[in-house]
C-alpha cells in the first residue's frame, strides 16, 4: 500500500493547484493536505483529508506524519519575497526554521521531501543572463538567504544521511487559481485580472524589467516529474533551475494588446519590488533540468496569455 503524501502550506499560490493535481495522479485519500488555518474553505479543505499545521513545531509535523503514515512531504508554506522584507524575522522562522523541522521529521520517518526554491536565490552578483545551474548565490532578500540555506541543508540531508531530497529554482508563477501574494513577480498575475475588470493596469515593475516566468501547469507538472523522476539519473538535487519565458512588463502587456487592442498600462514603480528584481536573474539555464529527467515546458508567453484570458474573463462573470 501506497505511503501517504503531505502537502504543507496547501492554501497557497503553489499548494491549492499541487493538491488537486496530486489528487488526481494518486487518488483524494492518498493526499493529505495541511495549512495554518482552514480558510479559505474550498476545494483543497473540503476535497479530502485536510489537517491544521504549524510547521514551525516539530512535533505537530511529526504528528502528522506518523497519524497518517506519510512517504512523501512536499514543503510549500512560505512567507513571499516583498512581504518578508517587511517581516524578516517571521519570514526566517518559517522559510527556513519550518524547512528545518520538516527534514527533521522526514529523516526521522524516512520521507522523501521536495523542496521549492526560487529565482530569488540569486543575487545581483549572480551572471544575470542564462544564469548557470552551478553560480555564485549571494541574495539580498531574506527570502532569498532562507532559499539557499534550504538549498544546502537539502542537500547535507542528502549526503550526509541519505534522505531522498529534491528541489527546484522556480521563476516567477504565473496562476489562474490563487490571487497574488505579496511576490516581486506579482504583476504578471494581477495584471490580468485588471486587463479583464478595467482594461488597465498601473504595474509596479519598470517597462524592461526582465525575469523568468512560468505558467502554473508547467510549475506543478516540473515539481510532480521531478519526484518521480529516476534517482540514478539526478546528478544534481537542490536544486535545478527550471523556466519558460523570459519576459517584460512591456512584453507581457504586448501580448494582451493583440487580444484586448484598447489594453493600457502605465507604470507606478515600486522601489523596494524593483530592487528585488533588479538583484535576479533575467533567465536561468535549466539544461540540467532537462538532461536529468527530461524537463520541458508546454506553455509560452502566447500560450500562456491566451489561456490566462480565457480562465479569467470566465472567472469574472
Known sequence: MMKKILVTGALGQIGSELVPALREKYGTEAIVASGIRFRPVGAVTEGGIFEILDCTNVDE???????????????????????GEKQPEDAWDLNFGAFANILKVAREHGCAVFFPSSIGAFGPTTPSHNTPQDTVQRPTTIYGVAKVAGEL??????????????????????????????????????????AVRENRYSCFLEADTRLDMMYMPDAIRSIMQLMEADASRLEHRNAFNVTAMSITPAELAAEIQRHMPDFFMDYEVDPLRQAIAESWPDSMDDSAARAEWDWAPRYDLAAMTKDMLETIRTKLT
Open 61 to 83: 509535523i511529526s504528528a502528522i506524519v506518523k497519524k497518517h503514515d506519510v512517504g512523501t512531504i512536499y514543503h510549500m508554506a512560505a512567507i513571499m519575497s516583498a512581504i
Open 153 to 194: 541543508l537539502s542537500d547535507y540531508y542528502f549526503a550526509r544521511f541519505g534522505l531522498d531530497t529534491r528541489g527546484l529554482r522556480l521563476p516567477g508563477l504565473i496562476s489562474n487559481v490563487t490571487l497574488p501574494g505579496g511576490g516581486t513577480t506579482d504583476y504578471a498575475v494581477d495584471i490580468f485580472y485588471q
